[in-house]
């Protein structure tokens, strides 16, 4: 294994670099708990500093040293030639003498700073409050501040930097760069929640599993067991935990049980109790919970207090914590305390173990999800807990087992809505976790006719999703049931299956009546369909999407991927990637895409994985990279090549690089071959946004008829606008295009936009329409404006910076000479950049100047 890597913090370590550098500068102090990165922050800190050319003068506390009179500064005296002196108080000026004479080359780092002895510390104030010497100091969170370091914060002379632990993201990178991989959600997870972000506790646990033997690679990442921490890092907070009385430790062990515990299940006779923990750091309110909470302040103290605890004490305490949870009333405390005694020998109704299996299911934890499942079948095999086992071994790509586990659950179904619903499930892992359509359509086909009618109504909505896969276009013409209330688990899949189709047809209005109509009965059978809600966010964000709200698309989209363990987590950003790229923000959704294949590698219970590679080759043919775009996009396997989405994405791809080859004819009839597929299934949005390529590579006239008749067959805005884009395109209308791109950008499709307006002014150019050339060429560089991988019609005509400073100069009335005067040119100059200017711009004077600055 490599070097534990270590993490810069560049945001936290520029505030403050700023805050020790700037004309005003200010001491600054790091406080945090133990382990949270103060030290070696520092120390980033003081390298900087260093490279500015001050002199860092290091100096550390120690619990040691601080009864001894300077004992924490004697390393210093000694650096200075100072150690002769025999007074204390003589040593105490020779100090003074070397740093506060010159404190602007000087800058003291104290680490541990509490912990300085009483003249130490005196010291310090008389550098920092006389001298005005720049201090960085740092402390823990658990240690009092008194003495002359209280007096420097009450009188505003420090400002103290609370470090919070790592981000998710920057607790991922330092482990991916350690353990030379991508971890599996599972383990981030895992790591990170049980460290909080703490770098020394997330490299203690890393450390841990590693000799415990817990790190090995797997399909979808490193695997990481979290380990249990050795006694020797336990007992660097064994110190503070001493002092806690009787009383206070119990409750400690209580919430080291819970975390977190309602605030509500803390009896009143422990109220004090708490308020003494809380006041001396040990617990603390959590943030962001629905229901306010607390637990410990920091992720050693659970570590050491249950530690400490024999099985009969942790089963008794235990058995307390889920006799107050369960009588909340709230679903996850239910399920908190029903996990909690599954650890211990409680006995557990087996109702109680297939609610929290489900539960866990719906929730996304399909590892518990399978371990409550199987302690609910230890004397007999059940439907309900076996569907649930199978369906989470899916899940977690125990791929052969769940396969077995269906069949068994198949054989368990007592009645046709029970064999309906295993076959449903069954089917989901056969086409979603195997990419084999085929195989589900022709079991179920085989089948339906033996059900009775509410059975066939769960299973025909997904049938036709199946058949749709696999290029099956009579799915159309028999989808599903109407959406009743009171229609059971039938009713929910058809108005998934609704939704999708108003969708896929570009028809927002209604798939926005049967999202609305779907969601109560979503949350209703929630453990009976745990993907319906993700599905419904789905079809709502592309229906935004068909509106041409593209803003209100992109928000909704970002909002749901913020929870990135979420089984949906690849779904968004596998939209926020199409988003992306349509807008021209190429690395971006480059990056997006990239992700999004590797989560839905993990979890797709949509069937997007190939779309999505497709997606990523895409992209990669765009930035002009055509060797992974052909590698991406062989990736796609013969079963998903037969989706409409894959279809219509590969199609893309294989343009742009026939188009890169200088072959658009060639590249165009791909796309139109494409697009009467995607249309043939019923895919009207997709193949709209689909023909937009051909229009870019500048094939209008062979997107026309198409577009055409997707208008006929959809009432999408969005497509209405890309269609009257084509026929401005076709037309070669350079002032049409000017007057409908900033509608059509804001619609979603910025970059369609760009290129047709670049295209226009090429065109207005070859007739010698200057001003026409001008005005599409200054519209395409405002709404490239933050656009990566751009063409620029004729990049010798952009203007330099200089440029600009002199234009808008110019624009607002200024003589050359004033110009001259504020930029430090001669008059001669400015002229001669204003000619250059003119001849770019394609104006006369500066009143033309004027009117086109006003455009930008």
Request: proline residues 4%.
């Amino acid at each position: 294994m490599a070097r534990w890597p270590v993490l810069p913090r560049e945001s936290e370590r520029d505030a403050v670099v700023n805050a020790l550098r700037g004309p005003r500068s200010r001491s600054v102090m790091l406080r945090g708990p133990s382990g949270v990165g103060k030290t070696t922050l520092g120390a980033h800190i003081s390298h900087v500093l260093r490279a500015d050319g001050r002199t860092v003068v290091p100096v550390i506390g120690l619990v040691e040293l601080a009864e001894i009179p300077l004992g924490a500064l004697a390393p210093v005296l000694a650096s200075a030639g100072r150690v002769g002196l025999e007074s204390v108080s003589d040593r105490v000026q020779a100090l003074v003498a070397v740093v506060g004479e010159n404190p602007a080359k000087f800058v003291l780092v104290i680490d541990d700073a509490p912990l300085l002895d009483a003249v130490s510390a005196g010291v310090l104030y008389q550098l920092v409050r006389v001298f005005g010497v720049t201090t960085l100091l740092t402390a823990r969170d658990s240690h009092e501040v008194s003495g002359p370091l209280a007096r420097l914060l009450h009188e505003d002379l420090i400002d103290i930097v609370e470090l919070d632990g790592l981000s998710l993201e920057h607790s991922q990178s330092i482990l991916q760069q350690y353990l030379g991989g991508t971890l599996r959600p599972e383990s981030l997870r895992a790591l990170f929640e049980a460290s909080r972000g703490n770098p020394l506790m997330l490299r203690e646990l890393i450390f841990a599993a590693a000799r415990a033997g817990g790190i090995h690679s797997g399909d979808f990442g490193v695997e990481v067991s979290v380990a249990t921490l050795p006694k020797h890092v336990r007992a660097t907070i064994a110190e503070r935990l001493l002092q806690l009385s009787d009383d206070e430790r119990r409750l400690a062990q209580l919430i080291a049980i819970a975390q977190p515990i309602p605030e509500a299940a803390i009896r009143p006779e422990e109220t004090d109790v708490l308020a003494r923990l809380t006041i001396d750091g040990v617990v603390e309110a959590t943030s962001g919970d629905a229901i306010p909470s607390v637990w410990l302040a920091h992720p050693l103290f659970a570590e050491a207090l249950v530690g400490e605890l024999s099985r009969a004490e942790r089963a008794e305490i235990i058995q307390e914590v889920a006799a107050r949870l369960t009588p909340m009333g709230d679903q996850q405390l239910r399920f908190t305390a029903t996990v909690l005694l599954t650890t211990t020998d409680a006995v557990i109704d087996n109702d109680e173990l297939d609610w929290a299996a489900n539960y866990a299911h719906a929730a996304g934890d399909h590892a518990m999800a399978a371990t409550l499942a199987e302690r609910a079948q230890e004397v007999e095999r059940r439907f309900a807990p076996e569907l649930v086992l199978a369906s989470a071994l899916s899940a977690l790509a125990e791929s052969e087992r769940a396969s077995h586990v269906f069949e068994s659950t198949i054989s368990l179904a007592a009645g046709d809505e029970q064999r309906a619903i295993a076959l449903a499930r069954w089917g989901q892992h056969v086409v979603y976790r195997l990419a084999r359509p085929a195989d589900a359509v022709t079991r179920v086909l085989a089948e339906l006719g033996e059900l009775d009618a509410r059975a066939q109504s769960v299973l025909r909505p997904e049938l036709a999703k199946w058949q749709l896969m696999t290029g099956d276009a009579t799915a159309l013409s028999d989808v599903a049931d109407p959406v009743v209330l009171d229609g059971g688990l039938g009713a929910v899949n058809a108005g998934l299956t609704a939704a999708m189709m108003a969708t896929m047809m570009g028809n927002p209005e209604e798939a926005f009546h049967a999202i609305n109509q779907t969601r109560p009965l979503a949350e209703a059978f929630r453990f009976e369909a745990p993907f319906a809600g993700a599905l419904l966010d789905l079809s709502e964000f592309l229906a935004l999407v068909a509106s041409a709200d593209i803003v209100r698309a992109s928000e909704f989209a970002a909002q749901r991927r913020l929870d990135r363990f979420a089984d949906s987590a690849g779904v968004w950003s596998y939209a926020l990637a199409i988003v992306r790229l349509h807008d021209g923000k190429l690395n971006e959704a480059s990056t997006l895409a990239s992700l999004a294949v590797e989560q839905l590698r993990w979890r797709d219970f949509t069937g997007l994985l190939g779309t999505a590679l497709a997606l990523h080759a895409t992209i990669e043919a765009q930035r002009g990279d055509p060797h992974t775009a052909r590698l991406l996009f062989n990736e796609v396997t013969p079963e998903q090549a037969s989706d409409a989405k894959v279809i219509l994405q590969r199609a893309e791809c294989e343009a742009w690089l026939l188009a890169a080859d200088g072959r658009p004819d060639d590249a165009a009839a791909v796309i139109v071959a494409a697009v009467a597929e995607g249309i043939t299934l019923g895919h009207f949005l997709l193949s709209a946004l689909t023909l937009t390529v051909a229009l870019r590579i500048g094939q209008p006239e062979a997107a026309s008829e198409q577009l055409d008749l997707l208008t006929q067959l959809s009432p999408a805005p969005l497509i209405a606008r890309i269609r009257e884009w084509g026929e401005a395109s076709a037309a070669r209308d350079v002032t049409r295009l000017c007057e409908l791109a900033p509608t059509l950008a804001a619609s979603g499709v910025a970059a369609l936009a760009v290129d047709g307006l670049l295209a226009g002014a090429q065109s207005a150019a070859k007739t010698d329409r200057r001003e026409l050339e001008r005005k599409a060429t200054l519209a395409a560089r405002r709404l490239a404006a933050d656009m990566d991988h751009v063409p620029s019609a004729n990049g010798g005509d952009e203007l330099t910076e200089r440029e600009w400073m002199i234009a808008r100069a110019a624009a607002g009335r200024k003589r050359s000479r004033e110009i001259g005067q504020q930029l430090g040119l001669s008059v001669r100059t400015v002229d001669n950049h204003l000619a250059r200017i003119y001849r770019k711009l394609g104006v006369t004077g500066r009143v033309e100047l004027e009117h086109v600055l006003e455009e930008l």
